[in-house]
């Protein structure tokens, strides 16, 4: 397998980028080809020892930064690393591409500049694979399309099907609407008009609305909702994740009775950390276009990259973009 | 000053309710008209010593139910305690009603049976104040309105920043647009088009968009939303909150050394349940009604119903609804 990594991707690339790619060309053995610029890849694989690793360079000159305007940077950046790299499985002389960068950039690029859309395919769509206590859920939209109408939220459902039985080995997987309440006439006109075509859809396990809780205790493989409220949802976690964390070192550390006994939980919080690390799932894929494309986060770290380009290998393997033109086209 | 409290609000009434009357009763002397059916209130103030306390019942004979269809039971139980609560705020008989029942029951009860609008609101809209480690912000709507229009939001905004000034003291509160990004470009149509309206309001301090994150960073007095997006953003944060304090638990508890850390942290943990917990703040206002209504969690215990009747006095003395009349006459 010949997976793309952009080594310009991450918000303190090169590093963490090229990190990952050696992790995951030492633990697979897969053929990862790092792409940007060559002098810059060159003096950060120099660190690492790659005697027997298949890794190789493509240069391209340009980068598609966090802060650029993603239309924009697609438009006049067309060497970047990702144009450039996706190109390299547009062409098929790769078969997925990751990267930790602009989420907006990634999404342009692939639709409007390289893979394009998969026949049939009205939007495509971002989903990541949330880490939860009694397993994972796939979640999409989250931010590609801020904008929806239900006959999208209807692929976003049949796409996180495809994922959810390619990489969480669901059999037919049970899809479930985001809403702010459980009842099939609760939500915006959005939510009720989408809930009516999942109810009729007879392909998909459609299991009805759910509320967050109802969507972190995996009684749902898929979670479907318009990007706007999928990203107000999976950032709103992350946000409370982050200040509650903060607020317990806060408490823990203002006595010395409770800094004991932090000390001693130290164990079970690096247990909480691992369970629940959305680093451990390394990205999301972008689905819809014609070719595995998985985004990590900007703030990835190497493990992250690595387990990124893990979840890349997956969809390799699981054949998902094969799966998703022949499920769409059935539709 | 005189308050009614619904005694049949909470998913357990009248137990909490009764309770968190007495204590209110107790704690600030004020007049607490109970209001639901008499037999049980009188059988449930019993247990407590009410000697000294001005505790008044008044008969309603009817339930509005936590499982009903709001616009259904608002309509066929007429004599129900939201009915005839709101009624003696609506003929000056009391400056405040505080329940913890059906939500949509009440925005129905308040805005077609009893209080209604203010003239030239728009749509009433549910607010909640959340509190954040670095203090408190109001946030709505989050709930009572699942489609918005721009001219809504700002709306709310208005009314947000009045109450953040009665109930939060703040002065010229800073007011943020809830999006999935924080350039001004960033958002759903909505959000976008309430931006530039935002932007061109001079009655209103808005700094804004804010994701998630810097929701909770105290930055904003006040976040703004639409009521799908907003009741989202609100039970993600509880759900991520409920499901981290299960892991963490569950993940001390595992072994030894892990719970002897526990059980020494257990003050550290008891102090971040106090600072986060939304029963500090007891419920949140219904605004754009004519007079206080402050709605408080089904799940509520005694505590949390003093302390939403607590608000409703804050909000009685901080003349929200004058204010309110007031700030949308002039928009």
Same sequence: chains 1, 2.
Avoid at 126 to 152: F, M, Q, S, W
Avoid at 192 to 206: E, I
Wanted: hydrophobic content about 45%; glycine content about 12%.
């Amino acid at each position: 397998m010949r997976i793309v990594v952009d080594a310009m991707g991450s918000d303190n690339y090169p590093h963490p980028d090229v990190e990952g790619a050696v992790m995951a060309a030492r633990d697979w053995g897969d053929e990862i080809i790092l792409v940007g610029q060559d002098g810059l890849i060159e003096r950060e694989l120099a660190r690492y020892d790659t005697a027997g690793l298949k890794l190789e360079i493509v240069h391209a000159p340009e980068v598609i930064e966090m802060e650029d305007e993603p239309t924009k940077a697609a438009r006049e950046k067309q060497h970047s690393s990702m144009h450039v790299g996706m190109d390299l499985v547009r062409t098929g002389q790769a078969d997925a591409y990751f990267t930790a960068g602009n989420t907006g950039g990634v999404l342009v690029v692939a639709t409007l500049y390289t893979l394009r859309r998969i026949r049939g395919v009205k939007r495509p769509a971002l989903a990541t694979i949330l880490p939860l206590p009694k397993g994972h859920a796939v979640i999409l939209d989250i931010g590609a399309n801020a904008d929806c109408r239900p006959e999208y939220l209807v692929q976003f459902a049949r796409m996180g099907a495809v994922y959810a039985h390619a990489l969480l080995g669901r059999d037919n997987p049970t899809v479930a609407l985001l809403s702010n309440g459980e009842e099939p006439g609760k939500g915006s006109m959005l939510v009720k008009d989408t809930y009516k075509l999942l109810v009729a859809d007879s392909s998909l396990h459609f299991i009805g609305n759910v509320e967050p809780k109802e969507a972190l205790d995996s009684r749902a493989d898929v979670i479907v909702t318009d990007g706007f409220a999928g990203n107000v949802f999976l950032k709103s976690l992350e946000a409370m994740a982050g200040m509650l964390f903060d607020v317990i070192k806060d408490e823990i550390t203002a006595g010395l009775r409770t800094k004991i006994g932090g000390y001693l939980a130290k164990p079970a919080f690096r247990r909480v950390y691992k369970r629940l690390d959305p680093f451990e799932v390394g990205g999301g894929p972008l689905l819809g276009v014609n070719g595995v494309v998985i985004v990590g986060h900007g703030r990835s770290n190497g493990r992250a990259i690595r387990n990124g380009i893990g979840q890349a290998r997956q969809a390799v393997q699981g054949n998902v973009v094969a799966t998703l033109v022949e499920a769409l086209a059935a539709s």
